[in-house]
């Protein structure tokens, strides 16, 4: 296994990389359709997501334990592809009133299929496979637990990426406090990666988009997901539904402004509004 240092020096390099391309993109008219306005009504480009997803995935391959390294491959490119796919379908205006769970799901009861039911679709998909391709799952209590950390923490992550650096900061603090341990070089990659993509996103030049957010929670889910104890896995999960379902009816953005500490992390090195 490559030492866990220069994985991350690895990560951050391939993430620089994706953003050198990720510019020379959005300056040409392909680069058109990833284009967007964020919260304070300042242009940027949602490249730096893709950027984010295939540097981290490659990192994650690389540095994971034997018998990961094709779950890794899967959850991290699969959630970075549909993330991809959401980002430029869901744009569409058709698909406004298509967002969050109750949106997919009205949209499903209304006889159609929205881009983010598509992504949720295919994130849980990889999530099983991923399951199925992690060699310590041999129960199904096992695999159930895996499948839901990996879909369950990149839907938790993407739900964060309404503010400039707070998805990447969230996924800098998980990869560093899982760094440690015999699974830990597969978050090493990632944590690099999201590091090196930081300072345009906070800059306010990219956005991780559903592409980088749900590919990076989907490698901090498999991560969690190779914890030794079984309860701790449960507990896990349990604590990443919570914050899910509450999302549907707590603002996120309000609760962190309502909460020292938070708030400031929240704030440290973006834009003012």
Same mark, same amino acid.
Do not use: C
């Given at each position: ?17 994706? &953003? ?17 306005? %964020? ?10 997501? /893709? ?28 959630? @970075?592809?549909?993330?991809?796919? #959401? ?28 881009? @983010? ?24 209590? #096992? ?5 839901g950390l990996v879909a369950g923490t990149a839907n938790l992550? %993407? ?21 440690? =341990?015999?699974?830990?070089? *597969? ?26 957010? %749900?590919? &990076? =929670? ?5 991560? *969690? ?9 449960? =507990?896990?999960l349990a604590a990443v539904t919570a914050l899910t379902l ?13 909460? /020292?500490?938070?708030?400031?992390? #929240? ?7």
């Amino acid at each position: 296994m490559t030492a866990r240092p220069l994985l991350v020096l690895a990560g951050a390099a391939a993430a620089r990389a994706g &953003l050198a391309a990720a510019a020379v993109l959005d300056a040409r008219p392909t680069g058109a359709p990833w284009r967007r306005t %964020n919260y304070a009504g300042r242009p940027v480009t949602l490249l730096g997501g /893709p950027a984010l997803a295939a540097a981290a995935t490659a990192g994650a391959v690389l540095g994971a334990p034997a018998g990961t390294r094709g779950a890794a491959a899967v959850a991290g490119a699969v959630s @970075g592809l549909v993330g991809g796919y #959401d980002d430029l379908a869901g744009a569409r205006p058709e698909q406004a009133r298509d967002k969050g769970l109750a949106g997919h799901l009205a949209a499903l009861r209304a006889g159609r299929v929205s881009a @983010g039911a598509v992504k949720v679709a295919g994130i849980g998909a990889a999530a099983a496979v991923a399951a199925l391709l992690t060699r310590r799952d041999r129960t199904l209590v #096992d695999a159930v637990l895996t499948t839901g950390l990996v879909a369950g923490t990149a839907n938790l992550v %993407n739900l964060l990426d309404l503010r400039p650096g707070r998805a990447a900061k969230a996924g800098v603090i998980a990869a560093a406090a899982t760094l440690g =341990g015999p699974a830990g070089g *597969l978050v090493a990659g990632p944590l690099g990666a999201a590091l090196a993509v930081l300072p345009a996103d906070l800059g306010e030049r990219v956005m991780l988009g559903d592409a980088g957010a %749900n590919s &990076l =929670g989907a490698l901090l889910g498999l991560r *969690l997901a190779a914890v030794t104890s079984r309860p701790a896995r449960a =507990g896990l999960l349990a604590a990443v539904t919570a914050l899910t379902l509450a999302s549907e009816r707590v603002s996120f953005t309000r609760v962190i402004e309502a909460t /020292p500490g938070l708030r400031e992390l #929240d704030r440290l090195g973006r834009r003012p509004a």
